[in-house]
């Protein structure tokens, strides 16, 4: 048998509730980083906001992932400068902040939080040296924000990202 009319209704009416439901989750996705944008700052299509206290790097990862983000990653020089500037400010007394970069997995070998492989570095001199002990990055508030590994329990300031969609 067809089906009515009426069946037909409700899946259309069924359709149209979940493309709200949809564009609801994705405007309350768009407000919140609008939000982070406005308590942080923004720099090259990414918001960043600064942590209030120090974590260790897996929690400090964590804790940007639960609110949407990841640890910061400086991309290029332009973005490391910035972020370093907002660093500065914002992470008032901090010697260096966790970033997004560690070699975990492979020593030696750097790649995102991601595990994705990292092709703009700004490594202190004399570093990274950390060999196993110390596989986690962070970037120097002063100067030209320096990298350096660094044991993953040490406890950190850190700045998260937030990409921004297109």
Not at 84 to 98: M, T
Request: charged letters at 30%; hydrophobic letters at 30%.
């Amino acid at each position: 048998s067809k089906p009515s009319k009426s069946g037909k209704g409700k899946d259309d009416l069924r359709n149209e509730i979940d493309k709200l439901w949809r564009e609801v989750n994705s405007l309350k996705e768009m407000q919140a980083l609008q939000t982070v944008c406005l308590k942080g700052t923004k720099i090259h299509k990414k918001c960043y906001l600064a942590s209030r206290g120090s974590k260790s790097y897996h929690a400090a990862n964590e804790d940007c992932i639960a609110q949407g983000g990841t640890l910061s990653i400086p991309r290029s020089s332009d973005e490391g400068n910035s972020l370093r500037s907002y660093a500065k400010k914002s992470l008032v007394g901090a010697r260096d902040f966790w970033i997004g970069v560690n070699d975990m997995t492979t020593e030696g070998k750097f790649v995102d939080v991601n595990g994705l492989p990292i092709t703009y570095f700004n490594w202190d001199r004399s570093k990274p040296v950390g060999g196993t002990r110390e596989n986690c990055v962070a970037a120097s508030t002063s100067g030209q924000g320096k990298w350096s590994d660094d044991v993953c329990r040490s406890e950190k300031r850190y700045i998260c990202e937030y990409l921004i969609p297109v």
